[in-house]
């Protein structure tokens, strides 16, 4: 227990609380120049996610993917890369399992695996792509991450239009129900909220995420070269070989995103012309999470709750549901700028320091 309270009570772990903080008094601010009632704001806020057992279960529907994303820019960052292709990954990731989903007939106990695994590994591998290109030819991972974001969406969308399509529809055939994830006792219990298997799946990717990074000689080599290209090839690593293994390790937890979205919620892949935005959140909650599983995990549940939230902001005090942007906007911003931060943090610790001497 005492070990639990020292973990929330590090600065490593306030400073982050602090910069939620400020964000949202930020929030407050803008909301009160706009005219608006931020206290009624948030309580609408909170009433929409908490009011009812079916948002609450929304709720919990739209943080898992926002994990999954948000592990993949984290590993990414932890191995001195920079992962903006999780979008990307992540609608290959939904194309792999979408396409086992509707081809094959299978035993449930082997279907909805097959369909995660297969979906785990397209994005894995279209992480990889990026991965080769920065380790073999230099070309810097943004470029190339943000191009194959592109590349993914329309191939995605070329593929389901000329060989999944369902007659007359903009999007895939329905999935097998072998191939479902959905927990539907779950989902009773939650007025039919759209809970599935998915969430479960991306805890456990948490804690994998923690097992490799820290726990294993491939996780040591993949922070040293992030740490260091340099010093780890002087070393004896293999530094092309860790930069493809970050992208397609990272490229994976985005692939297995994007198959349990399909799988758990949607059960078809739409033809769209747009991205998800998965993938672009996921970069804010790695930032907020400080690139930690468990700090992923919690950014997560606070963008999803922020997002999910923000209808009610409308409905409940009027504001519009781009303020609440802003207030995720600020709290990346003061979690980016830990320096102001820790400015803030060290004046509280400093005058509470001298109210104990006196």
Do not use: C
Request: proline fraction near 3%; avoid cysteine; glycine fraction near 12%.
């Amino acid at each position: 227990m005492n070990k639990w309270i020292k973990m929330f009570t590090k600065e490593s772990s306030l400073i982050p609380l602090m910069a939620i903080l400020l964000g949202l008094l930020f929030g407050a601010l803008v909301m009160l120049m706009g005219g608006y009632n931020p206290i009624k704001a948030y309580l609408a806020l909170f009433n929409k996610v908490f009011g009812d057992l079916y948002n609450f279960g929304e709720t919990i529907r739209q943080i898992t993917p926002l994990i999954f994303t948000g592990l993949s820019v984290a590993f990414a960052f932890r191995t001195g890369l920079f992962n903006i292709g999780a979008e990307g990954q992540f609608i290959m990731g939904s194309l792999g399992a979408v396409y086992i989903g509707t081809q094959f007939s299978l035993p449930w106990y082997i279907h909805a695996p097959l369909a995660i695994v297969v979906g785990g590994i397209m994005g894995g591998l279209w992480g990889a792509i990026a991965g080769y290109l920065k380790a073999k030819r230099g070309v810097h991972e943004v470029i190339t991450t943000i191009m194959l974001n592109w590349i993914a969406l329309f191939f995605t969308n070329y593929v389901v239009a000329n060989f999944l399509r369902a007659p007359g529809q903009q999007r895939s055939e329905m999935i097998q129900p072998s191939a479902s994830i959905t927990l539907n006792w779950l989902s009773q219990v939650f007025d039919n909220a759209r809970l599935h298997l998915g969430t479960l799946i991306a805890l456990l990717a948490a804690i994998v995420f923690y097992i490799i990074l820290w726990k294993t000689k491939q996780g040591y080599e993949l922070r040293a070269v992030g740490f260091n290209p340099h010093a780890s090839e002087y070393a004896g690593m293999n530094v092309s070989k860790n930069m493809i293994n970050a992208m397609l390790i990272g490229g994976i937890f985005s692939g297995l995103g994007g198959a349990v979205e399909v799988l758990g919620v949607f059960k078809y892949q739409s033809i769209s012309a747009g991205f998800p935005g998965y993938g672009f959140d996921g970069i804010a909650v790695a930032l907020i999470g400080a690139n930690t599983p468990l700090g992923v995990v919690l950014a997560a549940i606070l963008f999803g709750i922020l997002t999910f939230g923000a209808p009610g902001m409308k409905l409940g005090a009027g504001v519009p549901v781009e303020v609440i942007r802003i207030v995720i906007a600020s709290v990346i911003f003061f979690v980016a700028a830990s320096g102001i931060v820790k400015s803030i943090f060290s004046l509280f610790k400093r005058g509470k320091e001298e109210v104990l001497e006196k």
